[in-house]
């Protein structure tokens, strides 16, 4: 893959929903969001969501955004990560990945599948920064909408809003998306934008 423009690969943004942190407990995810992104088209028709398990009486950070609350019952009987790694594969094994703030979703995938390489990384939180540097506010669900991008968003995503998995992950990559098709930007390598920080 080596200095082939990023617009001529396949990509595939992830996002998790996680657990926040809690005194004594891990921040670990329950939710996961996937979508891939083919020369530089987001390819709803390949793309994944699932639950994860959380059992009930692991703690979350009250203050934790998104549906969690709502769904305790419904986690307590999802599938684990590795549990669905079948699924997964085909996703996230030997894929170049992106995420807004990356180190979040590196972690947890780390964390989870400790013998596995992921990557390269593109963090679409520093790749907005350099493609929008008049913007002051990067949090995806603001940009999003600040953007233009809001109404592909909703039609990409309907009935779902910022801070469940699917959503973001479809937000990240419809952000990506919308870089590559900016002049200057088309024939930047993986190497390129994952170096930008």
């Known amino acids: 893959m080596n200095g082939v423009p990023l617009s001529q690969l396949e990509v595939v943004a992830i996002d998790f929903e996680t ?13 996961i969001g996937l979508v891939v992104i083919s020369h530089g088209q987001v390819d709803m028709a390949r793309s994944f969501c699932s639950y994860l398990h959380v059992s009930r009486d692991h703690a979350f950070n009250p203050y934790t955004p998104g549906r969690w609350a709502q769904l305790r019952q419904i986690l307590d009987e999802s599938p684990t990560l590795p549990e669905l790694w079948p699924q997964l ?12 703030h990356a180190p979040t979703e590196r972690t947890l995938l780390a964390q989870e599948f400790p013998m596995q390489a992921f990557g390269p990384w593109i963090d679409t939180l520093a790749v907005a920064r350099q493609a929008y540097p008049a913007q002051r506010d ?47 930007w088309h024939e930047l390598t993986l190497e390129q934008f994952s170096s930008l920080a």
């Open 138 to 184: 990067f949090k995806l669900e603001n940009l999003i909408p600040k953007l233009g991008m809001g109404a592909i968003q909703q039609e990409r995503c309907p009935g779902l809003a910022p801070h469940d998995a699917f959503y973001d992950a479809v937000a990240c990559a419809t952000l990506l998306e919308t870089v590559l098709a900016a002049p200057g």
């Open 19 to 31: 657990t926040g942190s809690a005194p004594g407990v891990l921040n670990v995810p329950w939710q």
């Open 89 to 100: 594969r085909e996703f996230l094994a030997g894929r170049p990945l992106v995420a807004h």
